[in-house]
Every structure is written in C-alpha cells, then in structure tokens.
C-alpha cells in the first residue's frame, strides 16, 4: 500500500467515524422510553415501539462499527493495517476503500 493510498483510507475512516459518531445524538433521544402516560392510539403507540425497536438496532450497529473504525486506526498507527489476518496477504485497496474496517481478504472472509 503506497503512502497515499494510507492517506486515503485513514481520511475515509475518519470520515466514516464522524459521520458516525453525528447520528448517535438523534439515536440515542429516538430510543429512550415511551412513557405509558404518553397519549397515543393503539396502532400509533405500536408504530412508536416498532420505530425505536428499528433505532435500538441502528444504534447497536453503528457502535459495533464504530469500534471496528476505530480498531482500523489503531493497526494503521501500528503498521499491521491491510494484512489480511488469516493468509497475511495484502488486501486490496478496492476492498478496503468500501471496507475500511476489513480484517480479512474476500477469499478468507468466503473460507468457513
């Protein structure tokens, strides 16, 4: 991997990183609890649960990437980023242009 391409890919992880990190505000107030005191109709009321159910999620997922962007930066500043952890090969940078957070190549990732 060329220095500029380390460049690049360091720029879209932190890119992804804030991108990240300016959802978890409306999240985390889209997922606090319905009061039962709250006057909503039945339908309306299940919407509500079954639209933070939907957020919980959203929320859960978008921390498990956080970190794995955050891992990502962690093995640039060590050197080890872009070794596929399996094989060792280097993984290509199309890969880890949509990627960022890859630990492993296509080929391993495919391996069960």
């Known amino acids: ?19 990240i990190e300016a959802a978890f505000p409306y999240l985390q107030e889209e997922t ?13 009321r299940m919407d509500a649960l079954s639209e933070k159910g939907v957020n919980e999620y ?21 050197g080890t980023y872009g070794s596929c952890l399996k094989c060792g090969m280097e993984i290509p940078i199309g890969r880890l242009r949509l990627v960022p957070e890859a630990l492993v190549c296509v080929p391993c990732s495919s391996k069960n």
């Not at 500029?4 to 890919?9: G, I, K, S």
């Not at 606090?32 to 309306?44: D, E, F, K, M």
């Not at 498990?64 to 990502?72: P, Q, R, T, Y």
């Open 1 to 19: 991997m060329t220095t500029e391409e380390h460049a690049e890919l360091k720029n879209i992880i932190e890119a992804r990183i804030e991108e």
């Open 32 to 44: 606090q609890a319905i009061a039962p005191s709250v006057s909503l109709g039945r339908l309306t």
């Open 58 to 78: 959203v929320l859960s997922q978008n921390r498990k990437i956080l970190d794995k962007l955050h891992n990502a930066l962690s093995r640039m500043n060590k």
